[in-house]
């Protein structure tokens, strides 16, 4: 028997006969791959499935197929010949660069707003390209193939660009924001999008002798502004009036076992929101997608449907699927603005998103000022509130407090506006009107800490220690461990 290096011929061949059968394999099951979505009907049965995960699907099948059909043609190679490195080299160029074709040819569903997503991802891709030609014209140039030295090197370096680029762009989706508003919750105490808090009357408050509501706002009460969450009685009434006698007098739906056995669309768009409520999110989405299909520009069952991915979001850690599902949220509620503009819980979202989201992927802090004051030259004062925060948020701080006075005097507030502008007004000198807020302030964020201290601070001009100190000391109570109220209260006790 014939023996070369050691090795026998026969076993040689046997070897070289399998790889070349084991490639052959993988190409026949590559080239079925490439073909499986039609035989499937992929297309067919991804019909009302988001875009995003249509489009991942199949360009995942692709790039499988692709590396199948390409690593078999590699094994091959090798069984036949002895130009491995040539393969080695030559085989994932082509399959990066066949890649970065395709994602040329089917553009990744995303929003034109985030553009720099799309070019971070394409200059990746054709970063890789770059450097797999790079060693195969290495290879090309040097018949003795790359010595070990130029692979080390080339490996070496290539691998840490390819390393640093993908830390680049992990770092860019993990630091993203969710997009997701403060105040989102998935299960909404109220159907109503604004909280009336004018009977909320802490018992501290009224033992300090501050004044109730009435007398210290000229609309006679406060609402906070947030984020809704449920489409409310008087939008299902405005859109289908045929649903009133379905509606309870409290505002909840009926149950979801006598919603399915009524037709109509605005039927289904209740019982999406009577799912939500029970917690089947996935049959509520189900639901909700039902009925785009049959009135797919109504602008209510896209509100609901942002409503279906907010829920989604509150019960999602990764910081990818939420960033993903905010995404979507935002996209469902740009629908439902755009189908119909007084849509307020739709332009408080996506206002916030255009605020706090990164330039370059889906932040646009001139659309989002402008959203919000569109709003209140038409006359919903509410946002003023929104537009102080805002102002606060950008250091605009004496157009912050201006928008802060007018809320006010129109009946609305918002998380953090209130603490906001008092501190400015106490820094501007203005403490009368710092005590007004630090009044409505204790009343209508009761329960905030942060407001009892401003409260507290905002009566240091009167002297009354009586006063101060109660104000401390329920703020100490409502937050031990806060180190900003318990530093108050030690200095007060000094």
Known sequence: MAVSHGVPVQNRRVGRACLFAGGTATVLMGGYHLILPVHMQWADAMAGVPGMVTWGLFAINFDLSLMMLLMGTWTALVALSSARQLAAALIPAMFWTAHAAYLRVELMPIPNSMLALRLTLEGFTLGVVALHWVGVVGVLRSPEGLRPPRVFVAFVGGGGALAAMGAVLAAVFLSMPTLKPENTNARPPSSAPDVDVARATPTVADSLGVPPLSELSRAGQVSRVTQGTTVTPEQYTGAWPELAPLLIEDGSEMSAETLRTIEGTGTLNLLAQRLRRDG???????????????????????????????????????????????????????????????????????????????????????????????????????????????????????????????????????????????????????????????????????????????????????????????????????????????????????
């Open 280 to 494: 089947s999110l996935d049959e509520a989405r189900e639901v909700i997608e039902s009925a785009l299909e049959r009135e797919p520009n109504h602008p209510l069952h896209h509100l609901q449907s942002a409503y279906c991915y907010l829920d989604r979001l509150a019960t999602t850690d990764s910081p990818l699927a939420r960033w993903s599902i905010a995404n979507r949220a935002q996209q469902a509620f740009e629908l439902a603005l755009a189908s119909d503009p007084t849509l307020s819980d739709a332009r408080y979202y996506v206002a916030f998103a255009c605020e706090r989201a990164p330039v370059g992927f889906g932040g646009d802090r001139d659309r989002s000022m402008a959203l919000i004051t569109d709003a209140i030259e038409a006359g919903q004062h509410k946002f003023l509130a929104v537009r102080a925060q805002f102002h606060f948020a950008r250091g605009d701080e004496e157009a912050g407090v201006d928008d802060a006075l007018a809320a006010i005097d129109t009946g609305y507030t918002h998380d953090g506006m209130l603490v906001s502008a008092i501190t400015e007004l106490r820094r501007a000198g203005r403490a009368v009107e710092a005590a007004r807020l630090a009044a409505i302030a204790v009343r209508v964020e009761s329960t905030n800490a942060i407001s009892w201290l401003a409260y507290a601070r905002s009566l240091d001009p009167t002297k009354d220690r009586y006063s101060i100190a109660a104000a401390l000391k329920h703020a100490a109570e409502l937050e031990p461990e806060n180190e900003i109220v318990q530093r108050a209260l030690e200095a007060d006790s000094r």
